[in-house]
T-cell receptor, first 114, second 112 residues
Framework: KAGVTQTPRYLIKTRGQQVTLSCSPISGHRSVSWYQQTPGQGLQFLFEYFSETQRNKGNFPGRFSGRQFSNSRSEMNVSTLELGDSALYLC?????????????FGPGTRLTVT | LAKTTQPISMDSYEGQEVNITCSHNNIATNDYITWYQQFPSQGPRFIIQGYKTKVTNEVASLFIPADRKSSTLSLPRVSLSDTAVYYCLVGDPGAGSYQLTFGKGTKLSVIP
């Protein structure tokens, strides 16, 4: 079974631009979560989607948004990029079993804002 | 989600058993304890999850005392490839939320 895929793997953007990242979960997984990882703040939860609905949202500004499609694929958008948005963005998918926190993470998208 | 505390770093020689302890004093009744492993430039990988006593799988063991205020991840006979950051998380997966809070983790360095 194919793992979680994220595209693109690397991205360089200029301050003020916007960016869209894509995540394809493992087949059959309906929950998709997004995380931002930086050396200073570590891994921080952005939001989680389940059946095209956002179920949870972390403490990030409104510039960070996401959506999920009917095939469970998800996109994350960051508008008006700031230098501090440079990070590794990770997507994770899971079966919603209610008894496990087992999530499968993708390789991430490395975003650099200049 | 309950706050967790774990050592920032640990060193171990190859072939030794490594025990990483996580403190979670305000763990709730329905909370489970979950450990993840992360290699540089990769996403975290689920290692093990438990509720009480002991859980063992092909990779690690998880020891949870009766009061559940701490837990210990045990890695038997570590190798260089076990060098990674290990995260302890506490929460209730039955709450229908996958909002995982990762702390700073423990950076394990395995020395030849």
């Amino acid at each position: 079974k194919a793992g979680v895929t994220q595209t693109p793997r690397y991205l360089i953007k200029t301050r003020g631009q916007q960016v869209t990242l894509s995540c394809s979960p493992i087949s059959g997984h309906r929950s998709v979560s997004w995380y931002q990882q930086t050396p200073g703040q570590g891994l921080q939860f952005l939001f989680e989607y389940f059946s095209e609905t956002q179920r949870n949202k972390g403490n990030f500004p409104g510039r960070f948004s996401g959506r999920q499609f009917s095939n469970s694929r998800s996109e994350m958008n960051v508008s008006t990029l700031e230098l501090g948005d440079s990070a590794l963005y990770l997507c994770a998918s899971s079966l919603v079993t209610g008894v496990s926190y087992e999530q499968y993470f993708g390789p991430g998208t490395r975003l650099t804002v200049t | 989600l309950a706050k967790t505390t774990q050592p920032i770093s640990m060193d171990s020689y190859e072939g030794q058993e490594v025990n990483i302890t996580c403190s979670h004093n305000n763990i709730a009744t329905n909370d489970y304890i979950t450990w993840y492993q992360q290699f540089p430039s990769q996403g975290p990988r689920f290692i093990i999850q438990g509720y009480k006593t002991k859980v063992t799988n092909e990779v690690a063991s998880l020891f949870i005392p009766a009061d559940r205020k701490s837990s210990t991840l045990s890695l038997p006979r570590v190798s260089l490839s076990d060098t990674a950051v290990y995260y302890c998380l506490v929460g209730d997966p039955g709450a229908g939320s996958y909002q995982l809070t990762f702390g700073k983790g423990t950076k394990l360095s395995v020395i030849p």
